[in-house]
């Protein structure tokens, strides 16, 4: 093999290993960025958690509400009848 040859395979390699080196750091920038992006997107799926949990209490509560409304409602109707029927009770009393 000549000495030119030879510089033109030493040229191919250097010229290879620089390409490598080139293309190892932008794996490397990539790296960081989804490192980041990772971060963020726990970040996100934590805060998407904590309100789901947040709603979930939200809705025990209304149902505890409208359990409590109905109840209220219901003793209202009985009142009701109740006084109906006392109405009832005291106009045949007074005819």
């Known amino acids: 093999m000549s000495?030119?040859?030879i510089r033109g395979l030493l040229d191919k390699l250097i010229s290879a290993a620089d390409k490598s080196v080139t293309t190892m750091?932008?794996?490397s920038d990539k790296a960081q960025s989804n490192e980041q992006i990772s971060?963020?997107?726990?970040k996100s799926l934590t805060k998407i958690k904590d309100q789901i949990g947040h709603v979930s209490s939200m809705?025990?509560?209304i149902a505890t509400a409208t359990e409590e409304q109905?109840?209220?409602?219901e003793v209202v109707v009985n009142n009701i009848e109740q006084m109906h029927g006392s109405f009832g009770a005291t106009?045949?009393?007074i005819e």
């Open 25 to 27: 750091a932008l794996a």
């Open 3 to 5: 000495t030119t040859e």
């Open 39 to 42: 971060l963020e997107v726990d």
């Open 91 to 93: 106009q045949s009393s």
């Open 59 to 61: 809705n025990s509560q």
């Open 70 to 73: 109905s109840s209220v409602a």
